[in-house]
């Protein structure tokens, strides 16, 4: 059995692999407060286990002052509970026993899309654009002839369509535009944190109240009602000034701009590199869909399931692992 | 000697006016947490006054629960203070006297902006556009042979092209654009909450470090070092990443969004409206003229100075009431 493990700052994500058969564990565990439990949730997981696969991102978190540090200690502590082979994988797709990962930190910090991407390439499409929009963000990974063509820095990814700061969740609804048509005039929208892509993205049905995870910007609920009181304050009006329906309208025009930023930087990629087949994964799998539409999208959900869309990185290691063991 | 005050949630502004001398108070106080403090405050100024000349906001903060509460608790705390007539400026341009303005509440709540617009239709120029750029907002309000045609509600002032959510502090920068040319390529931004308006303001010389009275996103300083730091965040780097010529840069692309904005809404109320003076005012009046270019600008800063610049409705209901008196 192989267990594949993401400890991520505010969630760990964990999968059992044995043979063809996977089982999924989201865990919310904020490291930056709970680091020192680390050990006793993973010895809930300590049950007939053969081989860990590891990547990390909370060494990232502020509860360490160096990625140095904050990997030396996760892998300590992975060390502790698992008495048995554990491989750390790396930026440049390899795994690295525990050991040589803890003297090589560097190259295994937040390499959890990394994983993603091999995996992507050696289980899917050799040539392909990943697309992964979670909670914040959106990446975009150009794969080519199973090459990673991902540049490295956050920097270089904003610069080069790779890295498109909307989520499924987080982003606030003014970055998406500064004016829209309201009532047929071009409106100006409030700059004020009054609601967010959550709020549209529940109006319009692309996430359940369940995938709402993040906290609401008024502290209201989460609820379709919630979400359409949020969305009037953009502009500075209640539900007693504008109809359901003229809000309901105002989430579309919303979510046609998100849809038009994704679509342009995937447009952008797919030229470069002359690729047409997307590969989609990530609580945005919805949302990507109504953006790329034209693509030839293959979808992690509809071949894995929600959960694995969901935890990618840790599926994707155990699955990786798997794969070179048996070589 | 009238005094000329301006109660709003987190500023009181007093004007105290004899002649054509006057002399101009700020005072932080926020009423949400320190209402009860209120009349401690008025007593200071209370020497010699023999009118009072009214306009809040405050009744909108939240430590009341109604207009109706807010504006009669504060009318009740400047009764108890002054033993002169107090006269209390509403929405259509009219003096009420204190007794009155308690029974019309709605008329005197928020009336601060039409104070600052009556003042400049009868003292500097009965047909012109008045731009107030503040920490927040920008408002545009067109006047024409002295009939002020502003719209009643935000809603209706965002449709109209009369309130732009843009100030020169506390805008995020993300609102300005999603994407700006960086080293030559359009490159994504950041939607986080890593700078504001404040930090181009302050980098551009548009604001000095003591007009920057928001809080800094990150909790760090005010000073030019510290926003450099701040803008680099938005295209997720630091300081060893990119040059500070660069940032400079940078900080210019995004000003010229920020300035673009305001144009195109003063252009279209000019056209509307078929005027081409314009009265600028508040904090931002640096960068409205930088916007405004091509119009005939007339600056409230350099008729009065900066501090009635800053404190123009309690300076105009002063005034407005000294002229009243005197006719």
């Given at each position: 059995?192989i267990?594949?493990?993401?400890?991520g700052?505010?969630?760990?994500k964990i999968?059992?692999?044995e043979?063809?058969?996977?089982?999924?564990?989201?865990?919310?565990?904020?490291?930056w407060?709970?680091k020192?439990?680390?050990e006793?949730l993973l010895k809930n997981?300590?049950?007939?286990v053969d081989y860990i696969?590891?990547?990390?991102?909370?060494?990232?978190?502020?509860?360490?002052?160096?990625?140095k540090e904050?990997?030396?200690?996760?892998?300590?502590?992975?060390?502790?509970?698992?008495?048995c082979?554990i491989?750390?994988f790396?930026?440049?797709?390899?795994?690295l026993?525990?050991e040589?990962?803890k003297?090589?930190?560097?190259d295994?910090?937040?390499?959890?899309?990394?994983?993603?991407?091999?995996?992507?390439?050696e289980?899917i499409?050799?040539?392909?654009?990943?697309?992964?929009?979670?909670s914040?963000?959106t990446?975009?990974?150009?794969?080519?002839n199973?090459k990673?063509?991902?540049k490295?820095?956050?920097?270089?990814?904003?610069?080069?369509n790779?890295?498109?700061?909307v989520?499924t969740l987080?982003?606030?609804v003014?970055?998406?535009?500064n004016k829209?048509e309201?009532r047929g005039?071009?409106?100006?929208l409030?700059?004020?944190?009054?609601?967010i892509?959550?709020?549209?993205?529940?109006?319009?049905?692309?996430i359940?109240?369940d995938d709402?995870t993040c906290?609401?910007?008024?502290?209201?609920?989460?609820d379709f009602e919630?979400c359409?009181?949020?969305l009037?304050?953009?502009?500075?009006?209640?539900?007693?000034?504008i109809?359901d329906?003229e809000?309901?309208d105002f989430?579309?025009?919303?979510?046609?701009?998100?849809?038009n930023l994704?679509k342009?930087?995937?447009?952008t990629?797919?030229?470069?590199y002359n690729?047409?087949?997307?590969?989609?994964t990530?609580?945005g799998?919805?949302i990507?869909?109504?953006?790329?539409?034209?693509?030839?999208?293959?979808s992690?959900?509809e071949l894995?399931?929600?959960?694995?869309s969901?935890a990618?990185?840790s599926?994707a290691?155990a699955?990786?692992?798997?794969?070179q063991?048996?070589?």
């Amino acid at each position: 059995m192989i267990l594949g493990i993401d400890i991520g700052g505010a969630n760990t994500k964990i999968t059992k692999i044995e043979g063809d058969n996977y089982e999924i564990h989201h865990i919310y565990f904020p490291m930056w407060k709970k680091k020192d439990e680390l050990e006793d949730l993973l010895k809930n997981y300590n049950n007939n286990v053969d081989y860990i696969a590891l990547v990390m991102t909370a060494e990232l978190a502020d509860c360490y002052k160096t990625k140095k540090e904050g990997v030396e200690d996760i892998i300590n502590k992975v060390e502790n509970v698992f008495n048995c082979p554990i491989y750390v994988f790396d930026v440049n797709g390899n795994f690295l026993i525990s050991e040589e990962a803890k003297k090589r930190y560097l190259d295994v910090s937040a390499s959890n899309w990394n994983a993603t991407a091999k995996f992507v390439s050696e289980f899917i499409k050799d040539s392909c654009i990943l697309v992964d929009m979670g909670s914040t963000t959106t990446d975009i990974i150009p794969i080519k002839n199973k090459k990673i063509l991902a540049k490295k820095t956050d920097l270089d990814r904003l610069m080069n369509n790779q890295l498109v700061y909307v989520g499924t969740l987080r982003t606030p609804v003014s970055f998406l535009a500064n004016k829209v048509e309201f009532r047929g005039k071009l409106t100006n929208l409030s700059s004020e944190y009054f609601a967010i892509t959550a709020d549209i993205s529940l109006i319009l049905n692309k996430i359940t109240e369940d995938d709402y995870t993040c906290e609401t910007p008024d502290g209201a609920g989460k609820d379709f009602e919630s979400c359409l009181t949020r969305l009037a304050r953009v502009l500075c009006a209640d539900r007693e000034m504008i109809k359901d329906d003229e809000i309901i309208d105002f989430a579309n025009k919303l979510y046609n701009k998100l849809l038009n930023l994704i679509k342009e930087n995937v447009d952008t990629i797919a030229k470069r590199y002359n690729l047409n087949d997307v590969v989609i994964t990530g609580l945005g799998e919805e949302i990507l869909k109504d953006a790329l539409n034209g693509y030839n999208i293959i979808s992690i959900k509809e071949l894995y399931g929600k959960d694995v869309s969901l935890a990618m990185p840790s599926f994707a290691v155990a699955k990786l692992l798997q794969k070179q063991l048996n070589e």
